[in-house]
C-alpha cells in the first residue's frame, strides 16, 4: 500500500499565502492583473505555434488486433 506525504503543512502554507493575497488592495490586485495580462500577451505567438505545431502532427497508435476476431 502507498504511503502518501502529509499535505497539512502545505495547506496551511497556502492558506496563509491566500489570506495574504485577500488583504492586498485592489490597486494592488490590479497592477497584478496587468502585469499577468503582459505576460500572457507576449506568450500568445508562442502558444499559438505550439498550438498549430500540434495539429499538423499525425499520431499513429497501432492497436493489435484481438484474438478472438482473428
Known sequence: MKKYPDLTEIYERKEVHR?????????????IASRLREVQDKLAPIRAANKAQRSTRRVSIPVKPDKDSL
Do not use: F, L, T
Open 19 to 31: 489570506k495574504h493575497e485577500a488583504r492586498q488592495s485592489i490597486s494592488e490586485k490590479m497592477s
